[in-house]
């Protein structure tokens, strides 16, 4: 249908057909990286889950691979992680061979438990371990391992949702077989309904040191509805994770990124990630009929101080840059209050606008006497049809906000349309970087602390870009725009 061709990204990973959420097995094997994915072949809805799989040597460039775990006789294959088992921990290896290995939930209506399975050529085929499972609580809402090793012990470390109780388990094994229950952690945070896709990393922090970050995934019960990623910073020591603070930290301030999962085996421990780019309140319903399911860019990730002084996870694209075509001339410089500048915009390429801008201060730009009450810069993505999308900055409350609702091309009841998040109320400078892709957008704000992710449906491709000003006028520092080289075939 029109819509299939509309809305599919085309530098953002997306299934050809059938219906995807979660990214499973996200491992670099030396030479590959992997993406391994919730996935049902047979129709655009959840249901049926295999393991879906795609390879890559930038995690831009995808290429699609047959289904490497499938759905069986003891339920559907979950979510899970993979790891390279370089040191044959498992012994299920030969003394040249290195495996990868592959543990995951098989979920059938009465059981939720953990399953192994090895792969013995870089992760094309797997085979089930024959005494599976591997830990089994007698639970059926327990999901979603993920395994590191942990060096300072010497042993795997496994965390995984007890999902109703609102907690994560931490198990420990040195051959990823038996598994020892350590300890477990929540409720905490957000509860919403279920705690799922936990991850633990560790991160590096800006200025130097690490922390380590627990991702916990909430469906449904986040605050801007439906599923989200929420993180807490703290300490891991082999057997505990303990926060740092009650801060509740969440991925992102609009609504469509979720079950976020970290990369395994990666080259100097780089942080990496990539979430579902959707939302279980409607991922089921979206104008697609063939294929429904998008991946995020891949992300980098890293802890910063924002302007209050509290340690938060700062994301930001990876490797984008390398796509880029040749720059579109667009080079405004100063915008006085209540004007714009419009440029035209490439049709069928995503897009990549980094752009910096200073509001000035309240009076500069205003008649002697009025204080003015607003300076804003707005960006606005528009189409003919009447249609926009916009990003603004309101500058004397330092608040940024994402707007979808004037888009047409789907609604539903929990299809909401408008996202806001603080930046710093005392800066009137800020700096985004957005990567607008078909249905898909992602916002870096403020050095990648501020994120917002939003599927959007136009009914028509945006195909203008504007940029406008109102209560005060503005200085633009830099805006670069290029079309994104498609990666998807
Ligand atoms: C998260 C999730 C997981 C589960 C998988 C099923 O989105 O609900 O808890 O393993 O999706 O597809």
């Known amino acids: 249908t029109p819509a299939d061709t509309l809305y599919r990204p085309s530098m953002h990973f997306t299934p050809t057909i059938g219906f995807m959420n979660d990214p499973n097995g996200l491992v670099f094997d030396g030479s590959q990286y992997h993406l391994y994915y919730q996935y049902d072949p047979f129709a655009p809805y959840a249901g049926r889950v295999h ?14 691979q047959p289904i490497a775990i499938p759905e069986t006789k003891d339920g559907e294959a979950f979510t899970g992680c993979a790891v390279m088992d370089i040191k044959n921990s498992t012994g299920l290896f030969a003394a040249d061979e290195t ?3 592959a543990l995951y939930t098989r979920a059938s209506p009465t059981k939720q438990s953990q399953y192994l399975a090895t792969s013995k050529d870089r992760g094309q085929t797997f085979t089930e371990y024959e005494h599976n499972p591997v830990l089994d609580i007698g639970s059926n809402s327990f999901r979603d391992p993920q395994i590191l090793f942990h060096k300072p012990t010497s042993q795997w470390v496994m965390v995984v949702a007890k999902s109703r109780l609102h907690q994560i388990a931490f198990y420990a094994s ?3 077989i038996h598994w020892v229950h350590l300890s477990d952690f929540g409720p905490s945070g957000l509860f919403g309904a279920d705690y799922e896709c936990p991850n633990l990393i560790e991160i590096p922090v800006e200025g130097g040191g690490t922390r380590w970050v627990l991702f916990v995934s909430v469906n449904p019960g986040a605050p801007t509805g439906g599923s989200i990623t929420q993180y807490f910073i703290g300490e891991f020591d082999g057997s505990r994770f303990i926060p740092d603070d009650t801060v509740i930290g969440l991925t992102d301030f609009a609504k469509d990124a979720y079950a976020l999962q970290v ?14 780019l959707g939302n279980w309140q409607y991922c089921q319903e979206l104008p697609t009929q063939t294929w429904r399911g998008s991946m995020t860019v891949p992300r980098t990730m890293m802890l910063r101080r924002d302007f209050a002084g509290w340690l938060r996870l700062a994301q930001q694209p990876r490797g984008v840059e390398t796509l880029r075509g040749s720059a579109i001339p667009f080079a405004p410089r100063r915008l006085e209050a209540g004007t714009s500048v419009t440029t035209p915009l490439p049709s069928g390429s995503a897009l990549d606008l980094t752009f910096s801008a200073t509001v000035d201060e309240r009076h500069a730009s205003l008649p002697p006497g009025d204080k003015g009450r607003t300076g804003r810069f707005v960006i606005t993505f528009g189409n003919e ?3 926009t999308l916009t990003i603004g900055f309101d500058a004397f409350s330092g608040q940024l906000w994402l707007d979808r609702s004037n888009l047409r ?6 299809f909401t349309g ?4 603080v930046l710093n109320p005392d800066d009137r400078h800020f700096s985004v970087r957005i990567i607008l892709d078909a249905s898909t957008l992602e916002i870096f704000a403020n050095g990648g602390l501020s994120v917002g992710t939003a599927l959007i449906f136009p009914s028509a491709p945006l195909s203008f870009l504007r940029l406008e000003t109102s209560g005060a006028g503005a200085t633009i ?5 290029y079309p994104l080289h498609k990666t998807m075939n």
């Open 409 to 414: 091309g789907f609604s539903q009841p929990f």
């Open 263 to 276: 990369y395994s085996n990666m080259p100097n421990n780089e942080a990496v990630s990539i979430a579902w």
């Open 51 to 64: 393991w879906g799989h795609a390879t890559s040597t930038d995690l831009l460039h995808w290429q699609d």
């Open 174 to 176: 040195i051959d990823l």
């Open 477 to 481: 520092e830099s805006v670069s725009l």
């Open 99 to 101: 495996g990868m290995v």
């Open 385 to 387: 049809q009447g249609e």
């Open 418 to 421: 408008e996202f806001s998040t």
